[in-house]
């Protein structure tokens, strides 16, 4: 290298390289945190019965069988199949999470069951082991998302204004949303280890995780302080400010919110209404300056709006919308996103071809964050017991025999022995 050669910049490392994570679990909460794990560069070992977890055969499904839903929760993990209703199965995966030297000692779970993988047991073994549970209620008590939705208020306050029923939410918001509260308390705990080299037990109640964000939004203040008021549904009108659906003359549906002051007047403004709103917040003594007020009279000027929206076609709509500060978008069905002449999953920086086993080359995501500018690309889900072998030899000093003596007892299952 001469003086004049640039110095080569050394190759990005995922920030949570070298990181350990042993996952026995199912459905969406635990395997999300994994996920989201493996995607910052975390080693995520995924444990599974020999037949594969329940989840693994959730809906959508593809013609032969295989499961979107899971493949697409758990990608770029590591994957082995172990007998755990077998005491010596359940050894080999108390073994593999109090191993792995300082970056390992990590597990999450949604599951009690197994006392030799419970926190008191692998403390015993590993005193700076970190544990990461799942429950479903802060007594832990069983629940699942759907469940939590209808114990916690949301569906009482969703849907169309004159449905009487409750309508819960199609996404699993709280699994969701305790995927990530799994993960953050992982890394919270994992830096206090790395400060004071103290373990911990850290646990997340998915009921909790919804309670949490109904106190967070004020609706659980709002029900204390007016305990007459009861909040009802409302469609899609947007709850103390002004924003609803409108459908074109050509019958698309647009989604449109107007929250600061020279948004609500950009919309005044293309719409040409400014004038006779004006008329109407004199005629009603209100001042449409201010959301709140909006919101009270969302009915009347919604018609207003909304006939503005009947009176033209989307491409007019699309391009005056566009000259402004307004939030809105079209509304979209996910085979609209999906479909072959559609350009936007192609050209997202979020999604990236991968070839999924079982299921053929498909647009996956990869990590939502983005980290100095770079993204953790998609990578496959595993099948069952892939990684078996290479994981107990590598991670436990296991040998041939001794693997293939577990595979003959039922005690793992591999989908093939590693060869040492």
């Not at 979107?68 to 172990?82: D, Q, R, S, T």
């Not at 390992?104 to 006392?115: H, K, P, Q, S």
Request: charge should be negative; charged fraction near 20%; include cysteine.
């Amino acid at each position: 290298m001469t003086i004049a050669d640039p110095v080569p910049e050394p190759a990005p490392t995922a920030p949570l390289a070298g990181l350990r994570v042993v996952e026995v679990s199912s459905f969406v909460a635990t395997p999300l945190c994994g996920t989201t794990l493996a995607q910052l560069g975390a080693e995520v070992i995924r444990v599974e019965p020999l037949e594969g977890a329940p989840d693994r055969t959730r809906w959508p499904l593809t013609d032969d069988g295989a499961s979107l839903y899971w493949n697409g929760l758990n990608p770029g993990k590591k994957a082995i199949a172990v007998d755990c209703t077998h005491p010596e199965g359940r050894a080999l995966v108390a073994d593999l999470v109090v191993s792995g030297g300082p970056s390992g000692g990590i597990v999450v779970t949604n599951t009690e069951r197994w006392t030799e993988l419970g926190y008191a047991a692998l403390r015993a073994r590993r005193d700076d082991v970190i544990h990461v549970l799942l429950t479903g209620r802060h007594d832990g008590g069983t629940a699942v998302d759907y469940t939590v939705q209808a114990g916690t208020g949301f569906p009482l306050v969703t849907g169309p204004e004159e449905h009487a029923a409750p309508v819960n939410g199609v996404v699993p918001a709280w699994d969701l949303a305790a995927g990530l509260h799994l993960a953050t308390g992982l890394l919270a705990a994992e830096r206090r280890r790395a400060v004071t080299g103290e373990g911990a037990e850290v646990r997340v109640a998915l009921e909790d995780v919804a309670l949490a964000a109904a106190g967070n939004l004020g609706y659980l203040a709002e029900a204390q302080l007016r305990p007459g008021g009861e909040r009802g549904s409302i469609g899609n009108h947007v709850y103390g400010t002004f924003g609803r659906d409108f459908t074109t003359a050509d019958g698309d549906r647009f989604m449109l919110v107007a929250l600061t002051p020279r948004q609500w007047s950009d919309l005044l403004g293309i719409t040409g209404l400014a004038e006779a709103v004006a008329a109407l917040a004199r005629a009603l003594d209100a001042d449409f300056s201010d959301e709140g007020a909006r919101f009270r009279h969302r009915t009347v000027l919604g018609g207003l709006i909304a006939a503005w929206f009947e009176q033209h076609e989307t491409a007019y709509v699309t391009r005056a919308l566009a000259t402004t500060r307004i939030l809105w978008s079209p509304y979209r069905s996910f085979r609209d996103l999906a479909a072959d002449d559609a350009r936007l999953l192609r050209e997202h920086p979020l999604f990236s071809a991968i070839t999924q086993p079982g299921v053929g080359e498909l647009l996956a995501p990869g990590a939502p964050v983005t980290i100095d500018g770079r993204r953790s690309a998609p990578r496959p889900a595993p099948t069952v017991g892939q990684d078996t072998g290479g994981v107990l030899a590598d991670a436990l000093g296991l040998a041939t025999e001794r693997l293939d003596d577990l595979v003959s007892r039922g005690v793992i299952g591999t989908r093939e022995v590693v060869a040492r």
